[in-house]
């Protein structure tokens, strides 16, 4: 509950609010202490009674376990600057590996320390220094190009390419990690959230866009997956034209509906909404002439297309962002 106060002014035309006495004990403020005044960009004005004391690192330790790495890449989203792993004995060999698998997944955190039996991680990165749109055009890059080679690996039956899309899913998903850390130290800080212009609401939209841009990188990795067991199937030319189009008009609407999101443009929003009958037309087609083709391999044909599908739904999703943000 808000304690309310009433707005003062001295005969000289100075306003003034007193601090809660409590809330002033609490941070050991005293006559002629010194406290920072900042005014958000929604019109609050923020009182930080420890501007000029550097924060203390964030420290957890961990014991070895079966969720080990779960849970370094769990405190690692949650802001930990420090996770050491300790052991009453011998650290093995098993586990040093699967402290390295962490933080090979993770930006920034590294192996600071080592011995018998401790393991210290620390992350080397400075918050302020990570735009969180820098992070998530980085992630919708990488994504973008995932999604256009794998169509194109699909269509050609080249295995190589689905491979290396496999592959570039774990630095889509180091970016995705990277910006959740982002978000939440900005959400627990209100002056890195001023410093980056990012409000607590802009976060959790950029929460959602970035879980919705790794979930097309998925789509991605599953098509690639279908195409490694494909394999030898060579499709027709009807069937690769109808594929050539969902993917264009997929590919369009996520590419539109990141732009949107990013610009804050509903007539753009509206426009990868309104792409729906088209996807469906050309799925509906692509089911039409796949029924020509081998039972088991119908069910492969088909579900690609409903990878695709569902890499357009991912898009209307990130659209549907816009107009709370604009708002």
């Known amino acids: 509950m808000s304690d309310l106060r009433k707005v003062q002014r001295t005969p000289t035309g100075t306003f003034f609010v007193c601090l809660p006495r409590a809330w002033a004990d609490q941070h050991g403020l005293q006559r002629g202490s010194v406290v920072a005044l900042n005014a958000t960009i929604d019109g609050k004005l923020l009182v930080d009674p420890e501007y000029n004391i550097e924060q203390a690192p964030r420290v957890i330790a961990l014991k070895p376990g079966p969720y080990l790495v779960r849970e370094i890449i769990g405190k690692y989203l949650l802001g930990f600057d420090i996770i050491r792993v300790e052991a009453k004995e011998r650290i093995s060999l098993e586990v040093r590996d699967s402290v390295k698998k962490a933080v090979s997944r993770l930006v920034g955190l590294e192996i600071v320390e080592e011995d018998y039996g401790r393991i210290v991680l620390q992350c080397l990165l400075e918050p302020s220094g990570f735009l969180p749109e820098k992070i998530l055009r980085r992630s919708y890059a990488i994504v973008a190009g995932m999604h256009r080679d794998v169509v194109n690996s699909f269509l050609d039956g080249d295995l190589q390419l689905a491979k290396s899309i496999v592959a570039r899913d774990d630095e889509s998903n180091r970016l995705y990690f990277l910006l959740v850390r982002i978000l939440r130290t900005i959400v627990q800080n209100p002056s ?38 494909l394999e030898s199937v060579k499709l027709t030319n009807d069937l690769k034209k109808l594929f050539a189009n969902l993917h264009m008009a997929c590919f369009e609407a996520h590419e539109n509906a990141l732009k949107a999101f990013l610009e804050g443009d509903i007539a753009l929003a509206d426009v990868v909404r309104n792409a729906r009958e088209k996807i469906e037309k050309t799925f509906s087609g692509i089911e039409k002439v796949a029924r020509g083709q081998s039972f088991e391999v119908v069910a492969q044909i088909l579900a690609v297309a409903s990878f695709l599908r569902q890499i357009y739904e991912h898009g209307v999703d990130i659209s549907d962002l816009v107009a709370p943000k604009r708002v």
């Open 192 to 229: 890195l959230s001023e410093k980056l212009g990012v409000s607590p609401i802009d976060c959790l939209d950029y929460r959602l866009a970035a879980s919705l841009v790794e979930a097309i990188g998925d789509e991605c990795v599953r098509i690639a997956l279908k195409t490694t067991e």
